[in-house]
C-alpha cells in the first residue's frame, strides 16, 4: 500500500515538473496511424491535463475526429540510460474548452507558458482539457505501477483561482527573499524567483525564464496549510544556505 502510495506520489510529481508533453493521437489524414507531436501541459489541481493549442495543429485536428489521447511526460537522461529515468503516461479524451469553460485555467496556464498569452490574439487557439481515465507510470527499473484514476486525482483544495492569485501576490511582494532561497535550493541556481504557481503538490517559481517545481511535504488542502508549508521551505532553504 505504501509502495502505491509513494508511485502515485512520484506520478504527479514528475507531470508537475514537466512542462512539455509528447502526445499521441490517432492521425485522420493516416486513416488512423498514431501520430506523435509535443505541446505544453498543465495540471488541475486535481490532476486532469489542460492544454492550449491552435486549431489548425495536426493533433487538434485528429483529436476533433477521435478525441482520444495519450500524452507522455519523462525526465530527459543528462548521461547515461534513458530507461533509467522515470516516465509517465497519461490515457483519456480530451475535449475542446469554450471560453467560458476555460476561463478557470488560462490564468495559471499563462504565469506557468507568459509566451503563449500572445496566442490570444490568434482566433484559432483553444484551452483543450483531458481527464485522466489511465495511469502509467515507471519510477525506474522495477518500480512499474497502473495507477487508478482513485489514486491519482486529488480532491479541489479549498481555494479558488483568486485565492491562488493573493497567496502568489503576498509571497512576491512581501517575501521575494524566501521565494529565492526557495527557488534557488531546488533548482541549484542562484537569482532572482518569481512564484507562478501554488497546487496542493507544491508550487512553481519563475527564474530566468525557466520553470521550477517545488514538492510540500505533505498535500495542502487549505490557504493555512499552504502558509505553513511556505514556511517550512523558508527555514529549509535558508538553513541549506547558511
Not at 19 to 33: D, I, P, R
Not at 88 to 107: F, I, M, R, V
Not at 213 to 229: D, G, I, L, M, S
Request: net charge negative; proline share 3%.
Amino acid at each position: 500500500m505504501q509502495e502505491r502510495l509513494n508511485a502515485t506520489k512520484a506520478a504527479r510529481q514528475l507531470a508537475l515538473q514537466c512542462q512539455s508533453a509528447v502526445f499521441s493521437t490517432l492521425s485522420h489524414k493516416l486513416q488512423g496511424a498514431p501520430f506523435g507531436s509535443v505541446s505544453t501541459v498543465m495540471l488541475t489541481d486535481e490532476g486532469d491535463v489542460i492544454f492550449y493549442v491552435s486549431d489548425i495543429a495536426q493533433h487538434a485536428r485528429n483529436l476533433e475526429h477521435d478525441n482520444r489521447l495519450s500524452i507522455t511526460l519523462y525526465h530527459q537522461a543528462s548521461a547515461g540510460d534513458q530507461n533509467t529515468e522515470a516516465r509517465l503516461t497519461l490515457n483519456g479524451h480530451a475535449q475542446k474548452l469554450s471560453h467560458q469553460q476555460a476561463a478557470d485555467y488560462e490564468a495559471r496556464y499563462f504565469r506557468l507558458f507568459p509566451a503563449a498569452e500572445a496566442y490570444k490574439q490568434a482566433h484559432d487557439f483553444y484551452f483543450w482539457k483531458m481527464p485522466v481515465e489511465h495511469i502509467r507510470f515507471i519510477g525506474g527499473f522495477g518500480e512499474i505501477f497502473w495507477l487508478t484514476q482513485q489514486e491519482w486525482l486529488q480532491p479541489a483544495p479549498a481555494w479558488q483561482t483568486h485565492d491562488e492569485l493573493s497567496m502568489i501576490v503576498h509571497m512576491n511582494d512581501d517575501h521575494a527573499d524566501a521565494c529565492a532561497l526557495i527557488a534557488a535550493q531546488h533548482s541549484g541556481q542562484a537569482g532572482a524567483a518569481t512564484m507562478v504557481t501554488v497546487y496542493p503538490d507544491g508550487c512553481h517559481f519563475m527564474q530566468a525564464e525557466r520553470l521550477c517545481f517545488v514538492p510540500f511535504v505533505t498535500p495542502c488542502v487549505n490557504a493555512q496549510e499552504v502558509r505553513k508549508a511556505l514556511v517550512q521551505l523558508t527555514q529549509q532553504a535558508r538553513k541549506a544556505a547558511a
